[in-house]
């Protein structure tokens, strides 16, 4: 080894020791605010779907959801120096990617542009049910869920945001409650809101 | 989990929920049942709510292509470049703009031929860009600072 790579070397151990395990949030968020990009970038690989998702579910569009997530890490990444590394990434992340959804909807101007925008954000079905229904009952089961996607987007964003996380993302309570920083009661009540919408959604069917 | 105790109709809610997505405990699921057994609107309530749950169970959100998660950073980063550029592209267009302006006032104000209601509202024109550049600067900078609101979600 020579005296460069016994310095690098040193340096290396002296970063480790500093940002405590390789590849863990914190220490990618120490190198991120130390101007290290490809830190940052792998930051992104790893949160990008779960943000993807999350605006999908609220803004119900794929377009949308793609530029408001990628949206949210490029402000996230211009933020990162206020950034506290012994917080968990995902949750700072989520609270910027909420204000830019709520924003988003709150501006979406007609009543008619979010029904637009929510069509078809939901996958055809979901692989298992599919087998093993019968035609007919597949049939039926397509259309209950069409219904169930308009009621969707129609939903207050608060509670679509709940609903989202539950049924689609599988959080627990206490990780949504975490995550929006309300009690776990609160929670129950928004999703009991919003599936008594959905119900009324289906006893409407004809 | 525990339910937080509430009120009665709010907690028979409450359990309907942990029943539904499995976070119920074995005391709150007896609860559930006596109550179910003794509110036959309640039970209507329960079925509905269970037929919804069937449905969401097999809805997923629509997988995009391989091609975006393979080009997601890059749209991040072209957006932190761009970010980077329309700060430059401002900053030259305000310093440019500025000065023209300056020298294009400079000249009409040493032209003495120009009317006084010129001059007058020359004056007035830069007086109204300065008071609006200080007062958009000072709501950014100072008052958005200590906007108790300006982190709620509206």
Same mark, same amino acid.
């Given at each position: ?31 991120a +605010?130390?101007g290290?990009n490809r830190?940052f970038g792998? /930051?992104v690989? =790893?949160?990008? !779907?779960? *943000?993807?998702? #999350? $605006? ?10 793609l530029d408001l997530?990628q949206e949210a890490f490029a402000r996230a990444f211009r933020a990162r120096r ?12 989520? +609270?910027?990617?909420?204000?830019l959804?709520?924003?988003? /909807?709150?501006? =979406?101007?007609? !009543?008619? *542009?979010?029904? #637009? $925008? ?89 | ?70 080009g997601y950073w890059m749209g991040v980063y072209r957006r932190l470049e761009r970010g980077i550029a329309w700060i430059l592209v401002s900053v030259g267009a305000i310093v440019l703009l500025s000065w ?40 950014k ?14």
């Amino acid at each position: 080894m020579g005296r460069d790579d016994a310095h690098r070397g040193a340096e290396e151990v002296s970063a480790t020791a500093v940002v405590g395990d390789p590849g863990t949030d914190r220490a990618l968020v120490l190198q991120a +605010q130390s101007g290290d990009n490809r830190a940052f970038g792998e /930051l992104v690989t =790893r949160y990008m !779907r779960r *943000a993807y998702f #999350a $605006a999908l579910g609220l803004v119900g569009n794929h377009d949308d959801a793609l530029d408001l997530s990628q949206e949210a890490f490029a402000r996230a990444f211009r933020a990162r120096r206020s950034l506290d590394p012994e917080r968990p990434f995902y949750p700072w992340l989520y +609270q910027i990617l909420r204000r830019l959804c709520f924003n988003f /909807l709150r501006d =979406r101007k007609t !009543r008619a *542009a979010k029904l #637009a $925008a929510a069509s078809a954000w939901m996958a055809a079905d979901a692989g298992d049910h599919a087998a093993q229904d019968s035609p007919q009952r597949h049939v039926e089961r397509a259309e209950l869920r069409e219904r169930i996607e308009a009621a969707i987007a129609t939903l207050p964003a608060h509670e679509k945001e709940v609903l989202v996380m539950r049924e689609f993302e599988g959080l627990r309570y206490r990780e949504i409650a975490d995550l929006l920083g309300i009690p776990i009661g609160t929670v129950m009540s928004r999703l009991y809101a919003a599936r008594k919408a959905l119900a009324a959604a289906l006893e409407g069917e004809p | 989990m525990s339910i937080p105790d509430v009120q009665a109709d709010e907690r028979a809610r409450h359990l309907m929920m942990a029943a539904l997505d499995g976070e119920l405990s074995a005391a709150d699921r007896t609860e559930l049942d006596r109550l179910l057994e003794g509110d036959p609107a309640l039970a209507a309530e329960w079925r509905q709510l269970q037929r919804v749950r069937e449905v969401t169970r097999t809805m997923s959100m629509r997988e995009p292509s391989q091609e975006i998660w393979e080009g997601y950073w890059m749209g991040v980063y072209r957006r932190l470049e761009r970010g980077i550029a329309w700060i430059l592209v401002s900053v030259g267009a305000i310093v440019l703009l500025s000065w023209w302006a300056w020298e294009g006032l400079e000249k009409l104000w040493q032209d003495q031929a120009l009317p006084t209601f010129v001059r007058v509202g020359a004056l007035a024109l830069i007086a109204g860009v300065v008071i609006l550049a200080v007062s958009v600067v000072r709501e950014k900078v100072v008052l958005r600072k200590t906007d108790p609101y300006k982190d709620v979600i509206r």
